[in-house]
């Protein structure tokens, strides 16, 4: 019996949605699911065809380069104690008011997350250092557990964003413009986390006893030690909107300073480099492993036409636009509660992107695609801290074991709440997303 390609497409889908729930490793999943589906579309000597030509370039890729060095940047970070550092300065300077130090917490996962570019590294590595202090001064569980699962999560947005630079590989677009894209957003955020604190203590006062405002001194001496932080953020970020150098000699440019930065303040030893090098290589292992995953995948689903037939549909249907986004929306919401972020970008943005790219909401082509791929991560991100398996609230919980997973899941509720009033911003007002890439342009 013969099967149309597009209902075979969706056939592979709900096979690898099924091998995804049922806990197998999504790189492979979608590796032997998408394979299965080339042969049966494209026969098998077309697959090894496919396997002799493309992956060799691909995995040759200059841009590819990209990710590993943003990862070594933000291990070597992490193993430098810039983390410890952060929080302090955030705490010498807002730490004295109510809910402070779970603000401060949100602050320093907003700088980290610009160096690591990982939601879960931030999420852990901020958690181990804030979370002790909001114990000391006895802020409730579900403050503190929120506050950083929520600030873990500005690692994904926040330039340099590895889950970003792998949008920009998967759609060919300028991986400078969308760092510029996600600025505003990710402000946007760091606003809203603090906003839905002060809410928060505003109505329930005890949660977040006030502590003794720092002397001048003190935060004087707490910029001290977060100087050379600064300075990497500026000389990186700004060297690449600049235009002084590309990204990947940005990153490269990163690591150096980073690691000399580990190296002159005695916080980086050999030990901690080759450990570095080797979370550096697993975590690189593991996506490249996805990626090569859903480059199989997309391209049986490529083969089948399934993006052209979802988009002929919508426009026969005379679908309005906005309801099509509302419904990716959804979509993004509700499978964020049960995969994680980096498997979903890879998984549905090949069959998103074109669709939306064919609809008219009154936008220059690259503008669209800019706010398609923010809105995304966005919204990924929520997932990130939505139950039942959000990937924060599990780093959290493995860190804070004394804080009843009940209790973590009810602190993320208000940030959910700052982050879905995010998403209806983004979308109400598009020019958010693409506002700074216009200027610099």
């Not at 505003?184 to 604190?197: E, R, Y």
């Not at 090569?292 to 309005?320: E, K």
């Not at 939306?356 to 809105?375: K, R, V, Y």
Request: net charge neutral; glycine share 8%.
């Amino acid at each position: 019996m013969t099967v149309e390609p597009v209902t075979l497409a969706i056939l592979l889908v709900a096979i690898l949605v099924a091998a995804i729930l049922l806990r197998a490793p999504i790189g492979l999943a979608m590796a032997v699911v998408g394979a299965v589906g080339y042969v049966a579309l494209s026969g098998s000597a077309g697959l090894l065809a496919y396997l002799s030509s493309a992956w060799p370039d691909k995995f040759l890729s200059y841009d590819l380069a990209i990710i590993p060095l943003f990862i070594l940047m933000g291990h070597l970070a992490t193993r430098s104690g810039i983390s410890t550092a952060l929080f302090a300065a955030s705490n010498a300077w807002i730490g004295h008011w109510r809910g402070g130090l779970a603000m401060a917490a949100v602050a320093g996962c907003a700088v980290f997350g610009s160096i690591s570019g990982s939601s879960i590294a931030t999420a852990s590595t901020m958690s181990k250092v804030a979370l002790p202090e909001m114990r000391k001064h006895a802020y409730s569980p579900a403050l503190s557990s929120g506050a950083l699962a929520a600030g873990g999560t500005l690692g994904i947005l926040i330039p340099p964003s590895i889950v970003l630079i792998i949008y920009a590989l998967l759609t060919e677009q300028n991986i400078v413009k969308l760092f510029l894209a996600a600025t505003i957003p990710g402000i946007m955020a760091v606003l809203g986390f603090i906003i839905a604190i002060a809410v928060i203590v505003r109505l329930k006062p005890d949660a977040a006893p006030v502590q003794a405002r720092a002397g001048l001194s003190v935060r004087l001496a707490s910029l001290k030690e977060i100087w050379h932080i600064v300075s990497i953020f500026v000389i990186v970020l700004g060297g690449i909107y600049g235009g002084f150098f590309t990204p990947a000699e940005g990153a490269s440019i990163g690591v150096v300073l980073t690691g000399l930065a580990g190296l002159l303040t005695r916080r980086l030893d050999l030990g901690a480099l080759v450990g570095s090098l080797v979370d550096t290589a697993s975590a690189s292992a593991m996506i490249f492993a996805i990626i090569f995953g859903a480059d199989l995948f997309n391209v049986a689903i490529a083969l089948s036409r399934l993006p052209l037939a979802l988009s002929d549909w919508f426009a026969a249907a005379d679908v309005a636009p906005m309801t099509v986004l509302l419904l990716i929306v959804v979509f993004y919401l509700v499978m964020g509660c049960v995969m994680d972020s980096l498997s979903m970008i890879v998984l549905t943005v090949p069959v998103f992107f074109p669709t939306m790219m064919t609809l008219d909401f009154g936008l220059l082509p690259e503008h669209q695609a800019l706010w398609f791929g923010i809105l995304t991560l966005v919204v990924v991100e929520v997932g990130m801290i939505t139950p039942p398996v959000g990937m924060n609230l599990f780093v959290i919980a493995a860190i804070a074991r004394d804080i009843p997973t009940r209790a973590i899941f009810q602190g993320t509720i208000p940030f959910i709440l700052a982050e879905l009033t995010r998403v209806g911003l983004l979308i109400a007002f598009p020019a958010l997303s693409f506002w700074l890439v216009r200027v610099w342009s």
